[in-house]
């Protein structure tokens, strides 16, 4: 079951993803084997493949929206049985012992949590790879339920889309009363106007693009702001309480900064290296602003945010696509033409 795997991989920044078979590790006592049904295709999955970050090791086996149920568990595994519907986001390990994993923040493991692909499994050295595949050997810690009622297709892109958008709203107390805006209408955008709405809060999307209002609208937004409009930025001044930011590339966060109000914060999500042009000091001063950062979830609250989602009738907009159009999908990706998440079907890749 744990070998000769079949997989998409890139095996160069400038190659398209192919086939692809590899071996994972054989299960241990507190592992759980996972049929994947689907998973959601991120943004970071084509920066990774791209080497966007410099740190891509060849070949990835890209994926970290995984849905899939249950084929086999380790004797020591409490939690789930053969069956069971679950998923795995982006990571799949940490120390345990650090102040971030003791507080169930595992993504900011100060040893550095071990990613879903792409990353080294602390027990035998061996590279991770990621969704892009038919099956995939995790520990328990790093499984999460999806709760009946959510359906398991629309459920992948949770698991990434899902927790990144969801945990900033909920750290920085979003709620009744509070204006959030969200910039960039994709992934993560999409679920972030969808979770800030569901959270009380009066919701706009700033986007540039002006074709996207009406979905915008159907999506959870009360407004919607063209950025590339200077009058209508400028009649934002002061506006809101809490930013989200989700532009994945280099970009001017000043004109978002002049329309937070008094002690409102801009979160970036989209790892763009330097902030550049830089932030002028009189933005952040004039008006106590504040720029951070925020990187998907812990274990907990990611369990949490599928909860929320069953509860509350959440799900990710997706179009399904076969393992085999994954280079059409990320040359779509590059031009925002996605709506709004794809989702790999992995049965694609038994055709
Ligand atoms: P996506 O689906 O491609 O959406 C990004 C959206 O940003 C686009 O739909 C577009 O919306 C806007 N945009 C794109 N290029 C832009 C540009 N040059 N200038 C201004 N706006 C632009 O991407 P995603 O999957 O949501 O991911 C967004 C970013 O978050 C990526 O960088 C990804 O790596 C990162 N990410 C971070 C985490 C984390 O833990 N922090 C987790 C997952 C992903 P409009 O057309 O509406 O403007
Ligand atoms: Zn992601």
Redesign the pocket.
Known sequence: MTKNIRGYAAAAPDAQLAPFQFTRREPRPDDVLIEILYCGV???DL?QVRNDWGNTRYPVVPGHEIVGRVAAVGAAVKGFRPGDLVGVG?LVDSCGQCSSCAAGEE?YCLQGATATYNGTDRHDGLPTYGGYSERIVASEKFVVRIPAGLDPKTAAPLL??GI?SYSPLRHWKVGPGMKVAV???????HMGLKFAKAMGAEVT?V???PG?EQEARRLGADHVLI?ADGQQMAAAAGRFDFILD????R?DLNPYLSTLRLNGTLVL????GPVDPPVHSAMLLLGRKAVA????GGIAETQEMLDFCAAQGVTCDVEMIAMQDINAAYER?LK?D?R??FVIDLASLKD
């Not at 910039?183 to 955008?189: A, F, Q, R």
């Open positions: 991120c943004h970071s920066h982006c993504q990434c889309a990144t910039v960039g209408l994709g992934g993560l955008g999307l986007t540039r693009s996207k950025s989700t532009v994945p590339t970009h999500v989209g790892l763009i950062g925020s990187c998907i990706l925002s996605v709004y998440r």
